[in-house]
């Protein structure tokens, strides 16, 4: 591996790192419960997915019961 010929000052380094930051999420509010979900997605408190019901919420509950 070869060395470096000069090195690079410290406002290029961070300018070049700055471009690596991540950025936030943008989050939707769910129409059937109001939560804020990813857009696209179902509904993981409730369920829906574009006003139908898509995953059974209550079967997972029920499940989580009945093992206690």
């Known amino acids: 591996m070869s060395t470096q010929k000069q090195r690079h000052t410290k406002g290029r380094r961070d300018r070049a790192r700055a471009e690596l930051k991540?950025?936030?999420?943008?989050?939707?509010?769910?129409?059937?419960?109001?939560?804020?979900?990813?857009?696209h997605i179902a509904c993981p408190k409730c369920g829906f997915y574009k006003g139908?019901?898509?995953v059974d919420t209550?079967?997972?509950i029920n499940k989580?019961?009945?093992?206690?």
């Open 22 to 39: 991540l950025s936030p999420k943008n989050l939707v509010v769910c129409t059937k419960c109001g939560a804020k979900i990813k857009a």
């Open 64 to 68: 989580k019961t009945a093992k206690k």
């Open 52 to 54: 139908k019901e898509v």
């Open 58 to 60: 209550m079967k997972k």
